[in-house]
Structures are given as C-alpha cells and as structure tokens.
C-alpha cells in the first residue's frame, strides 16, 4: 500500500501570508495527487486535482505542484476563509489519504 | 444543482447491519465513477469503496467481504451495505462522485454518521 505522509501536521498563520504544505507518498505516484480542503462539520472540498490543475470554482491563490513522490499545495496569500485542514489524496495505486494539516490563526 | 444527499445512519450495534443511500441529482450516477469515504470523529478521511460506471467495484481491505456498493440505475442513487459492523466502523460516511481519471472527488454530500455501539 501507498504510504501518505503531510507536513506539518499544523500550522499558525496570518492573513495574507505565503502558506506551502507538503504531501510526500511512499513511493512514486507520477501526478495522481488531489488536494482537498475541509472545514469542521462539512465535507472536504476539492481544490486541486492532478497535481497542479485547478478545479473550477476555486480561487488562482490556490496552486499545487510536484510528481512522482514529492507534492507541495501553496496558498500565496492566506484569507479568513483559507483556516481549514488541508489533505492530500493519492489514486496511482487504490486511494489514500494524507493525516491532513490543520492550518489556523496565529 | 448537482448534489448528493446521504441518508441511512444510526446507531447499530456491533455485528449489526445498515445500509446507507446516496441520491443524486443533476447528474447521472450509473455514468460516472462513485465512492464512498470516511471520516471516524476527530480522525482523517479513509476511502472505503469505489462503483465504477462500467459496474466493476472496488473495497479497501479494511471493510473487504463486509461491505458492498451498489446503485439503482432507475433512482439514479447509490448504497452501501454494511454488514458485520465493528465499533472501528463508526464515523461519518460521504458519498462523492469522481471526476474519473485521476479519481479526484469533485461533488460530496454532507455525510451520515454511523455510530457502532453496545
């Protein structure tokens, strides 16, 4: 099985900062990597798909980069709306899940 | 609108059944790929079973032999029947379609929680 692991596991941060979050898989996964944003009581939320494609709907500030085992979802300049947990997602080899990164106010 | 609503939770004990339903609107679910997911209290997401719109499907060993999805092409809405539950069964269950090819999760519904308890 395809082993995910998310660092860091949290992070405090203000309005307007540069956030990155990376998602590392256990071993490679070419570009099957998905990116979800969740808030307390709601369903996750698809923000990046493939890597690097955006799905539609979602803000540009949100990008992702990266293949084969090493991924990196950047939020350039964080909004009140952005404090969530972040996971990430691999579907090379069946589907996991990263633990997430919770992402909250300094 | 293109939704999913879940609907089929509860309280069960352990080696109960239930099965869960998920009816979409706006969009077909026998043409596109289904999953289910999970989400334990206080814990990350687990993916549990995928329909493909072929009809092939697919379990994470976790719920193997136990759980089954299918759909009802005429209702145009999805199940999962839960068999032998345990208490590490217990969380809330989303239904999601799949954008397919990269099996990204592009529409959720809100979740029903299945709680597994004596």
């Known amino acids: 099985d395809i082993q995910m692991t998310q660092s860091p596991s949290s992070l405090s941060a203000s309005v307007g900062d540069r956030v990155t979050i990376t998602c590392r898989a256990s071993?490679?996964?070419?570009?099957?990597l998905n990116w979800y944003q969740q808030k307390p009581g709601k369903a996750p939320k698809l923000l990046i798909y493939?890597?690097?494609s955006l799905q539609s709907g979602v803000p540009s500030r949100f990008s992702g980069s990266g293949s084969g085992t090493d991924f990196t979802l950047t939020i350039s300049s964080l909004q009140p709306e952005d404090f969530a947990t972040y996971y990430c997602q691999q579907s090379y080899s069946a589907i996991t899940f990263g633990p997430g990164t919770k992402v909250d106010i300094k | 609108e293109v939704q999913l609503v879940e609907s089929g939770g509860g309280l069960i004990q352990p080696g109960g059944s239930l099965r869960l339903s998920c009816a979409a609107s706006?969009?077909?679910?026998?043409?596109?790929?289904m999953s289910w997911v999970r989400q334990a209290p206080g814990k990350g997401l687990e993916w549990v079973s995928v329909i493909y719109s072929g009809g092939s499907t697919y379990y994470a060993d976790s719920v193997k032999g136990r759980f089954t999805i299918s759909r009802d092409n005429s209702k145009n809405t999805l199940y999962l029947q839960m068999n032998s539950l345990r208490a590490e069964d217990t969380a809330v269950y989303y239904c999601a379609r799949d954008l397919g090819g990269y099996n990204a999760f592009d529409i959720w519904g809100q979740g029903t929680m299945v709680t597994v308890s004596s």
């Open positions: 493939a890597a690097s």
């Open positions: 706006g969009f077909t679910v026998s043409s596109n790929y």
């Open positions: 071993q490679s996964i070419s570009s099957y």
